[in-house]
């Protein structure tokens, strides 16, 4: 199964305070995504990406966030102000070129905005 | 919008099937797929199926479709302990589309 890494594993931060979360390295992978799960609820969708552009985003993505791929490298998801109902498991996703409509998951970073 | 529904807990005893049930209400959906969840790991991808199919049989898993009423099964034979988990149900409508989940089934497996 190709490999998709992430983070950190847990990030703990004030609200107010910026965060980053990375996905790190991925190779052959054509588009990336970003979901969210807060706990008790439903894995929800935020963000897809694809050739350094966003390609479908959620009403959950709001101005606060933003996703970026510099230098073909890492993938991340930057919360500028974070706020407390941004506490979440964060599950980055990426699709291989072999295999168009698999979204292969990374372990998740849970944030915890205190 | 479009929904995805699972019953959230199921029991089963070690030895015998699982059935995982999934419902959704998109007829646009054309990817359908089953992910499992372990303790503080990631989603795993169990297997998918294409909307132009019945059925898929991949060693002890075996998914069917009914597109007709919307209805998506999971079934696991000879249930392991080692297959308790959260089983989620997954919807796209294109290859690369956004995936829309189910809240998940807790599957239990008692000795």
């Known amino acids: 199964e190709p490999e998709v890494t992430q983070t950190p594993s847990h990030q703990v931060t004030q609200m107010g305070q910026e965060v980053i979360l990375r996905c790190v390295p991925i190779s052959n992978h054509l588009y990336f995504y970003w979901y969210r799960q807060i706990l008790g609820q439903k894995v929800e969708f935020l963000v897809s990406?694809?050739?350094?552009?966003?390609?479908?985003k959620s009403e959950i993505f709001d101005d606060q966030f933003s996703v970026e791929r510099p230098d073909g490298s890492n993938f991340t998801l930057k919360i500028r102000s974070t706020k407390l109902e941004d506490s979440a498991m964060y599950f980055c996703?990426?699709?291989?070129?072999?295999?168009?409509?698999?979204?292969?998951f990374g372990a998740g970073t849970r944030l915890s905005v205190l | 919008g479009e929904d995805v529904e699972q019953s959230l807990f199921l029991s089963v005893r070690e030895g015998d099937s699982s059935v995982i049930n999934c419902t959704y209400t998109?007829?646009?959906?054309?990817?359908l797929y089953w992910y499992k969840q372990e303790p503080g790991a990631g989603l795993q991808l169990l297997t998918y199926?294409?909307?132009?199919?019945d059925m898929k049989q991949d060693q002890r898993l075996t998914v069917l479709l009914n597109k007709k009423d919307k209805h998506l099964s999971l079934r696991i034979a000879d249930t392991q302990t080692g297959d308790s988990a959260i089983y989620f149900c997954?919807?796209?409508?294109?290859?690369?589309?956004?995936?829309?989940f189910g809240a998940g089934t807790q599957v239990v497996v008692t000795p």
């Open positions: 998109d007829s646009s959906s054309t990817y």
């Open positions: 996703a990426a699709v291989p070129t072999e295999a168009k409509n698999i979204q292969y």
């Open positions: 990406f694809y050739n350094n552009e966003i390609s479908e």
């Open positions: 199926i294409f909307s132009n199919m």
């Open positions: 997954a919807e796209a409508t294109d290859s690369w589309g956004k995936l829309q």
